[in-house]
């Protein structure tokens, strides 16, 4: 059974560092991988998705790698702000016959301080 | 507008009193599925679809029954709620395997 796991579980920065979350899962035989931000009390909003067979996307400040063979995705946050304050989510999906049975990590719950 | 919206957005309910969330989706979306997500136990699949009539468990389907006879529309019901079942419930749509849309979530309290 897949499991995903992000690290750290909460992070506080000061405004304007570069910062990396981690996401990684034990089945690397994955369709895609999302990353998602959540503010609290809210529903989740996606950031960037990364199909099995590419090694990283960019939208804006932020960019996501994949290493598939290695069980690893990192979030790379350029120049962070406080409205980058929110939980960070990533989910894996499978493979084989791209089945819509998604597995969620636990988050990371961010804080950029002014 | 593109979105998935979810009704009830709260709802404070009574254990045995079936009740039915609903969930639509204005983008003609293939798949459909169901979460709950709770403190310390993050989001979890309950049902997903991959299309009109094509259901499935999730991670935690018990007590919860889904139907999707319209590619629109993934209502779930739970027919029997129970305490353990007071929840932040979302909704998601996608085009196939792609970019999931998720609804604003639906939090409910069963006493």
């Known amino acids: 059974k897949q499991e995903v796991t992000q690290i750290p579980a909460a992070l506080s920065v000061p405004e304007g560092e570069n910062l990396v979350l981690n996401c990684s899962f034990t089945?690397?035989?994955?369709?895609?991988l999302q990353w998602f931000r959540q503010d609290p009390g809210k529903g989740l909003t996606s950031l960037l998705l990364i199909q099995s067979s590419q090694r990283e996307q960019t939208s804006g400040r932020l960019n996501a790698s994949l290493d598939k063979s290695s069980g690893r995705s990192t979030l790379y946050i350029a120049a962070s702000q406080p409205g980058d304050s929110a939980t960070y989510l990533c989910?894996?999906?499978?493979?084989?016959?791209?089945?819509?049975?998604?597995?969620f990590g636990g988050g990371t719950r961010l804080m950029v301080k002014p | 507008e593109a979105q998935v919206t979810q009704n009830p957005r709260y709802l404070i309910t009574v254990t045995g009193k079936k009740l039915t969330v609903t969930c639509s989706q204005n983008m003609n979306h293939e798949y459909m599925s169901w979460y709950r997500q709770d403190p310390g136990l993050g989001l979890r699949q309950i049902y997903y679809s991959m299309n009109v009539e094509v259901t499935d468990k999730g991670d935690v389907p018990e007590g919860y029954k889904v139907s999707r006879k319209e590619k629109r529309n993934f209502p779930l019901i739970l027919e029997s709620p129970s305490p353990n079942q007071t929840s932040l419930y979302f909704c998601?749509?996608?085009?196939?395997?792609?970019?999931?849309?998720f609804g604003p979530g639906t939090r409910l309290t069963v006493l």
């Open positions: 998601a749509s996608s085009r196939n395997a792609d970019t999931q849309y």
């Open positions: 989910a894996v999906r499978p493979g084989g016959n791209a089945g819509n049975m998604l597995t």
């Open positions: 089945d690397s035989a994955i369709y895609n």
